[in-house]
Protein backbone atom coordinates (compact mmCIF):
# COMPACT_ATOMS: atom_id res chain seq x y z
CA UNK A 1 0.00 0.00 0.00
CA UNK A 2 1.11 3.46 -0.96
CA UNK A 3 0.11 6.52 1.12
CA UNK A 4 -1.39 9.16 -0.24
CA UNK A 5 -2.01 13.10 1.17
CA UNK A 6 -3.93 13.62 4.09
CA UNK A 7 -7.49 14.96 2.70
CA UNK A 8 -8.98 17.86 4.77
CA UNK A 9 -12.56 19.00 5.03
CA UNK A 10 -13.78 21.02 2.14
CA UNK A 11 -16.55 23.87 3.51
CA UNK A 12 -19.21 24.10 1.19
CA UNK A 13 -20.35 27.52 0.31
CA UNK A 14 -22.82 28.89 -2.40
CA UNK A 15 -21.54 31.98 -3.76
CA UNK A 16 -24.25 33.13 -6.29
CA UNK A 17 -27.02 34.95 -6.79
CA UNK A 18 -30.93 33.93 -8.07
CA UNK A 19 -32.80 30.49 -6.80
CA UNK A 20 -33.27 27.97 -9.40
CA UNK A 21 -35.08 25.14 -7.73
CA UNK A 22 -37.37 22.67 -10.59
CA UNK A 23 -40.12 20.11 -9.87
CA UNK A 24 -38.81 16.56 -9.68
CA UNK A 25 -39.98 14.22 -12.83
CA UNK A 26 -41.98 11.23 -11.15
CA UNK A 27 -39.41 8.20 -10.83
CA UNK A 28 -37.21 6.35 -7.46
CA UNK A 29 -35.36 9.50 -7.93
CA UNK A 30 -38.52 11.54 -6.48
CA UNK A 31 -37.13 10.53 -3.74
CA UNK A 32 -33.80 12.16 -4.14
CA UNK A 33 -34.22 16.47 -3.06
CA UNK A 34 -33.59 18.70 -5.50
CA UNK A 35 -30.58 20.12 -5.84
CA UNK A 36 -31.18 24.03 -5.06
CA UNK A 37 -28.84 26.59 -7.04
CA UNK A 38 -27.95 30.06 -6.22
CA UNK A 39 -26.49 30.92 -9.90
CA UNK A 40 -26.11 34.71 -11.78
CA UNK A 41 -23.28 36.35 -13.18
CA UNK A 42 -20.72 35.79 -10.56
CA UNK A 43 -21.04 31.94 -10.47
CA UNK A 44 -17.61 30.27 -11.20
CA UNK A 45 -18.46 27.13 -12.60
CA UNK A 46 -14.62 24.80 -12.87
CA UNK A 47 -15.81 21.41 -14.06
CA UNK A 48 -13.40 18.56 -13.54
CA UNK A 49 -13.08 15.71 -15.87
CA UNK A 50 -10.87 12.89 -16.35
CA UNK A 51 -11.52 12.14 -19.80
CA UNK A 52 -12.89 13.73 -23.20
CA UNK A 53 -17.10 12.91 -22.46
CA UNK A 54 -16.88 12.70 -18.96
CA UNK A 55 -17.52 16.81 -18.22
CA UNK A 56 -20.64 16.54 -20.28
CA UNK A 57 -22.14 12.77 -19.25
CA UNK A 58 -21.56 14.55 -15.83
CA UNK A 59 -22.32 18.14 -15.74
CA UNK A 60 -23.61 18.54 -19.18
CA UNK A 61 -26.76 19.94 -17.98
CA UNK A 62 -25.34 22.00 -14.98
CA UNK A 63 -23.30 24.32 -17.59
CA UNK A 64 -26.25 24.72 -19.22
CA UNK A 65 -27.75 26.34 -16.84
CA UNK A 66 -24.81 28.10 -15.36
CA UNK A 67 -24.78 29.32 -19.12
CA UNK A 68 -27.97 30.88 -19.37
CA UNK A 69 -28.06 32.36 -15.98
CA UNK A 70 -25.04 34.67 -17.32
CA UNK A 71 -22.30 32.75 -15.25
CA UNK A 72 -18.81 31.77 -16.15
CA UNK A 73 -17.63 27.88 -16.87
CA UNK A 74 -14.19 26.44 -17.14
CA UNK A 75 -13.60 22.50 -18.44
CA UNK A 76 -10.49 20.94 -17.18
CA UNK A 77 -9.82 17.57 -18.91
CA UNK A 78 -6.97 15.22 -16.64
CA UNK A 79 -6.06 13.01 -19.73
CA UNK A 80 -7.00 12.90 -23.31
CA UNK A 81 -8.43 9.30 -23.41
CA UNK A 82 -5.58 8.35 -25.23
CA UNK A 83 -5.17 4.74 -23.01
CA UNK A 84 -8.22 2.92 -24.79
CA UNK A 85 -7.15 0.24 -27.53
CA UNK A 86 -10.37 -0.66 -28.13
CA UNK A 87 -11.52 2.55 -29.38
CA UNK A 88 -8.26 3.26 -31.02
CA UNK A 89 -9.00 -0.03 -32.89
CA UNK A 90 -12.83 0.52 -33.30
CA UNK A 91 -11.80 4.00 -34.96
CA UNK A 92 -8.67 2.89 -37.38
CA UNK A 93 -8.81 -0.74 -37.37
CA UNK A 94 -5.30 -1.09 -36.19
CA UNK A 95 -4.73 -4.24 -34.11
CA UNK A 96 -1.80 -3.67 -32.80
CA UNK A 97 -1.69 0.59 -32.23
CA UNK A 98 1.80 1.96 -31.56
CA UNK A 99 2.44 4.97 -29.37
CA UNK A 100 1.73 7.50 -32.55
CA UNK A 101 -1.94 5.80 -32.61
CA UNK A 102 -2.66 6.45 -28.98
CA UNK A 103 -1.49 9.84 -29.25
CA UNK A 104 -3.52 10.77 -32.53
CA UNK A 105 -6.19 9.11 -30.70
CA UNK A 106 -5.83 11.67 -27.88
CA UNK A 107 -5.72 14.34 -30.18
CA UNK A 108 -9.15 13.09 -31.50
CA UNK A 109 -10.91 13.04 -28.40
CA UNK A 110 -9.89 16.52 -27.67
CA UNK A 111 -11.69 17.72 -30.72
CA UNK A 112 -14.72 15.71 -29.77
CA UNK A 113 -14.67 17.44 -26.61
CA UNK A 114 -13.85 20.83 -28.15
CA UNK A 115 -16.94 20.72 -30.12
CA UNK A 116 -19.34 19.27 -27.58
CA UNK A 117 -18.55 22.05 -25.33
CA UNK A 118 -19.00 24.88 -27.93
CA UNK A 119 -22.55 22.80 -28.48
CA UNK A 120 -23.34 23.75 -24.71
CA UNK A 121 -22.13 27.42 -25.25
CA UNK A 122 -18.79 27.06 -24.16
CA UNK A 123 -15.93 28.50 -25.78
CA UNK A 124 -12.45 26.18 -26.81
CA UNK A 125 -10.59 29.10 -25.33
CA UNK A 126 -12.16 27.83 -21.63
CA UNK A 127 -11.39 24.25 -21.82
CA UNK A 128 -8.02 23.02 -20.91
CA UNK A 129 -6.44 19.71 -21.30
CA UNK A 130 -3.63 18.94 -18.96
CA UNK A 131 -2.10 16.17 -20.89
CA UNK A 132 -2.03 13.61 -18.09
CA UNK A 133 -1.58 10.13 -18.86
CA UNK A 134 -4.72 7.77 -19.23
CA UNK A 135 -4.19 4.47 -17.96
CA UNK A 136 -1.69 6.49 -15.70
CA UNK A 137 -3.47 8.43 -13.28
CA UNK A 138 -4.19 6.15 -10.65
CA UNK A 139 -0.57 4.56 -10.61
CA UNK A 140 0.83 7.72 -10.08
CA UNK A 141 -1.15 8.28 -6.74
CA UNK A 142 -0.25 4.77 -5.90
CA UNK A 143 3.56 4.97 -6.83
CA UNK A 144 4.42 8.65 -8.48
CA UNK A 145 3.48 10.98 -5.68
CA UNK A 146 6.86 13.39 -4.97
CA UNK A 147 7.93 15.84 -6.26
CA UNK A 148 11.24 14.16 -6.88
CA UNK A 149 10.02 10.90 -8.00
CA UNK A 150 10.74 9.20 -11.00
CA UNK A 151 8.38 9.99 -13.45
CA UNK A 152 5.86 7.45 -14.91
CA UNK A 153 6.05 6.68 -18.29
CA UNK A 154 2.55 5.71 -20.13
CA UNK A 155 3.13 2.47 -22.04
CA UNK A 156 0.86 3.59 -24.34
CA UNK A 157 1.98 7.23 -25.56
CA UNK A 158 5.29 6.62 -24.57
CA UNK A 159 5.25 10.24 -23.51
CA UNK A 160 6.76 10.79 -19.64
CA UNK A 161 5.45 14.41 -19.76
CA UNK A 162 1.97 16.36 -20.93
CA UNK A 163 3.22 18.09 -24.05
CA UNK A 164 4.40 21.19 -24.17
CA UNK A 165 1.49 23.34 -25.43
CA UNK A 166 -0.57 22.13 -22.37
CA UNK A 167 1.57 23.15 -19.35
CA UNK A 168 0.94 25.13 -17.54
CA UNK A 169 4.00 25.49 -15.31
CA UNK A 170 7.10 24.09 -17.41
CA UNK A 171 9.15 21.66 -16.68
CA UNK A 172 5.86 19.15 -15.37
CA UNK A 173 6.28 15.35 -15.26
CA UNK A 174 4.10 12.45 -14.89
CA UNK A 175 4.20 12.57 -10.92
CA UNK A 176 1.53 13.38 -8.10
CA UNK A 177 2.94 16.59 -6.72
CA UNK A 178 3.12 17.93 -11.03
CA UNK A 179 -0.76 16.84 -10.91
CA UNK A 180 -1.46 18.66 -7.97
CA UNK A 181 0.69 21.84 -9.06
CA UNK A 182 -1.25 22.07 -12.16
CA UNK A 183 -4.79 21.82 -10.58
CA UNK A 184 -3.92 24.43 -7.26
CA UNK A 185 -2.94 26.76 -10.69
CA UNK A 186 -6.12 26.36 -12.27
CA UNK A 187 -8.39 26.82 -8.90
CA UNK A 188 -6.22 30.07 -8.01
CA UNK A 189 -5.74 31.64 -11.82
CA UNK A 190 -9.97 31.10 -12.34
CA UNK A 191 -11.31 31.19 -8.46
CA UNK A 192 -14.43 29.50 -8.87
CA UNK A 193 -17.37 29.38 -6.88
CA UNK A 194 -18.91 25.88 -7.77
CA UNK A 195 -16.74 23.07 -8.64
CA UNK A 196 -17.64 19.24 -10.40
CA UNK A 197 -15.80 16.25 -9.98
CA UNK A 198 -15.18 12.40 -10.17
CA UNK A 199 -16.64 10.93 -6.62
CA UNK A 200 -14.11 8.33 -5.48
CA UNK A 201 -16.74 5.65 -4.83
CA UNK A 202 -16.23 5.80 -9.25
CA UNK A 203 -14.96 1.94 -10.00
CA UNK A 204 -12.72 3.70 -12.84
CA UNK A 205 -9.36 3.73 -11.36
CA UNK A 206 -8.67 7.29 -13.36
CA UNK A 207 -12.15 8.87 -12.42
CA UNK A 208 -11.35 7.47 -8.44
CA UNK A 209 -7.70 9.27 -8.70
CA UNK A 210 -8.62 12.71 -10.36
CA UNK A 211 -11.18 12.84 -7.09
CA UNK A 212 -7.59 11.91 -4.92
CA UNK A 213 -5.90 15.25 -6.84
CA UNK A 214 -8.78 17.06 -7.27
CA UNK A 215 -9.86 17.30 -3.90
CA UNK A 216 -5.88 17.48 -2.28
CA UNK A 217 -5.89 20.60 -4.96
CA UNK A 218 -8.84 22.11 -3.26
CA UNK A 219 -7.35 21.82 0.15
CA UNK A 220 -3.87 23.01 -0.32
CA UNK A 221 -5.34 26.24 -1.95
CA UNK A 222 -7.92 26.63 0.59
CA UNK A 223 -5.17 26.47 3.45
CA UNK A 224 -3.54 29.67 1.61
CA UNK A 225 -6.64 32.16 1.15
CA UNK A 226 -10.01 31.40 3.20
CA UNK A 227 -11.42 33.35 0.80
CA UNK A 228 -11.87 30.58 -1.64
CA UNK A 229 -14.44 27.97 -0.98
CA UNK A 230 -16.14 26.81 -3.47
CA UNK A 231 -18.94 24.07 -3.45
CA UNK A 232 -18.27 20.89 -4.70
CA UNK A 233 -20.40 18.57 -6.36
CA UNK A 234 -19.61 14.75 -7.40
CA UNK A 235 -20.58 12.97 -9.97
CA UNK A 236 -20.98 9.41 -10.58
CA UNK A 237 -20.20 7.36 -13.93
CA UNK A 238 -19.18 4.23 -13.56
CA UNK A 239 -20.64 2.02 -10.53
CA UNK A 240 -21.71 -1.68 -11.11
CA UNK A 241 -24.16 -2.33 -13.90
CA UNK A 242 -25.62 1.55 -13.98
CA UNK A 243 -27.02 3.11 -15.46
CA UNK A 244 -29.37 1.28 -16.58
CA UNK A 245 -28.61 1.62 -20.87
CA UNK A 246 -32.48 0.17 -21.57
CA UNK A 247 -34.12 3.00 -19.02
CA UNK A 248 -36.36 5.10 -20.85
CA UNK A 249 -34.71 7.96 -22.09
CA UNK A 250 -37.51 10.60 -21.36
CA UNK A 251 -37.35 9.39 -17.55
CA UNK A 252 -35.14 10.37 -14.43
CA UNK A 253 -31.41 9.34 -13.70
CA UNK A 254 -31.93 7.08 -10.12
CA UNK A 255 -29.10 6.97 -8.27
CA UNK A 256 -26.89 3.98 -8.42
CA UNK A 257 -28.51 0.75 -6.26
CA UNK A 258 -26.65 -0.70 -3.47
CA UNK A 259 -24.16 2.96 -3.47
CA UNK A 260 -22.78 2.79 0.42
CA UNK A 261 -23.91 5.07 2.65
CA UNK A 262 -22.86 7.98 4.40
CA UNK A 263 -20.58 8.75 1.08
CA UNK A 264 -22.41 11.92 0.25
CA UNK A 265 -25.98 12.91 -0.29
CA UNK A 266 -27.84 12.12 -3.43
CA UNK A 267 -29.28 15.95 -5.19
CA UNK A 268 -30.81 15.42 -8.40
CA UNK A 269 -30.64 18.39 -10.93
CA UNK A 270 -33.96 18.41 -13.15
CA UNK A 271 -33.26 19.82 -16.43
CA UNK A 272 -35.32 21.46 -18.59
CA UNK A 273 -36.94 20.31 -22.10
CA UNK A 274 -34.13 22.42 -23.72
CA UNK A 275 -31.10 21.60 -21.56
CA UNK A 276 -32.03 17.62 -21.72
CA UNK A 277 -31.74 18.28 -26.12
CA UNK A 278 -28.65 20.53 -25.34
CA UNK A 279 -26.57 17.71 -23.69
CA UNK A 280 -28.20 15.05 -26.51
CA UNK A 281 -26.30 17.16 -28.89
CA UNK A 282 -23.32 17.13 -27.02
CA UNK A 283 -23.39 13.49 -26.18
CA UNK A 284 -23.55 12.77 -29.88
CA UNK A 285 -20.26 14.73 -30.47
CA UNK A 286 -18.52 12.22 -29.04
CA UNK A 287 -18.14 9.62 -32.23
CA UNK A 288 -15.20 7.47 -31.34
CA UNK A 289 -16.82 6.61 -28.43
CA UNK A 290 -19.74 6.34 -29.67
CA UNK A 291 -18.28 3.04 -31.97
CA UNK A 292 -17.99 1.60 -28.30
CA UNK A 293 -20.12 2.33 -26.13
CA UNK A 294 -23.12 4.05 -27.57
CA UNK A 295 -25.77 2.82 -25.28
CA UNK A 296 -23.55 4.05 -22.22
CA UNK A 297 -23.36 7.34 -23.50
CA UNK A 298 -26.73 7.60 -24.22
CA UNK A 299 -27.85 5.94 -21.03
CA UNK A 300 -27.08 9.80 -19.42
CA UNK A 301 -28.84 11.76 -21.51
CA UNK A 302 -31.45 11.42 -19.18
CA UNK A 303 -34.00 14.15 -17.78
CA UNK A 304 -31.75 15.09 -14.62
CA UNK A 305 -28.20 14.88 -13.69
CA UNK A 306 -26.99 13.19 -10.20
CA UNK A 307 -24.58 14.92 -8.15
CA UNK A 308 -23.20 13.73 -4.36
CA UNK A 309 -22.83 16.13 -2.16
CA UNK A 310 -21.11 16.65 0.80
CA UNK A 311 -17.69 14.91 1.80
CA UNK A 312 -17.41 11.15 1.63
CA UNK A 313 -17.25 9.27 4.80
CA UNK A 314 -14.47 6.80 3.44
CA UNK A 315 -11.16 7.35 2.61
CA UNK A 316 -10.49 6.98 -1.29
CA UNK A 317 -9.55 3.33 -2.12
CA UNK A 318 -8.48 3.77 -5.98
CA UNK A 319 -7.73 0.08 -7.65
CA UNK A 320 -5.66 0.68 -10.50
CA UNK A 321 -4.87 -2.77 -11.65
CA UNK A 322 -4.87 -6.27 -9.42
CA UNK A 323 -1.70 -5.21 -7.36
CA UNK A 324 -1.75 -1.72 -6.88
CA UNK A 325 -3.91 0.39 -5.08
CA UNK A 326 -3.98 4.22 -3.58
CA UNK A 327 -5.41 4.58 -0.59
CA UNK A 328 -4.53 5.58 2.98
CA UNK A 329 -6.59 2.47 4.14
CA UNK A 330 -4.67 -0.51 6.01
CA UNK A 331 -5.00 -3.78 3.82
CA UNK A 332 -7.39 -5.34 6.30
CA UNK A 333 -9.87 -2.62 5.51
CA UNK A 334 -10.06 -2.85 1.82
CA UNK A 335 -13.50 -2.82 1.00
CA UNK A 336 -12.90 -3.24 -2.82
CA UNK A 337 -11.33 -5.30 -5.45
CA UNK A 338 -9.89 -4.18 -9.00
CA UNK A 339 -12.81 -4.38 -11.75
CA UNK A 340 -12.22 -4.27 -15.35
CA UNK A 341 -12.22 -0.98 -16.48
CA UNK A 342 -14.72 0.29 -19.12
Not at 29 to 54: C, F, I, K, S, W
Not at 179 to 203: A, C, G, M, Q, S
Request: hydrophobic content about 40%.
Amino acid sequence: MNRIGRLTRLAILVAASGVIVAALAPSAAADVRELTLQVGPTTRLLVVAPHPDDESLGSGGLIQRVLAAGGHVRVVLMTSGDAFPEGVTAETHILDPRPNDFRSYGTLRQHETMAAMESLGVPRSHVRFLGFPDGGMCLIAAHYLAANARAFVSPYTQRGEPPASEQMMRGVRYRGADIRRELERVLVDYRPTLVTLPHPEDLHPEHCSTYIFGREALDAVRALDRTLRPRVLHYLIHYDNWPDEGADADTALDPAPRFPPREGEWRTLTLTAAEVAGKRRALEKYASQALVMNKFLQAFGRTNELFLEGRPASMPECWCDATSVATEKPPERYRRRPRPRR
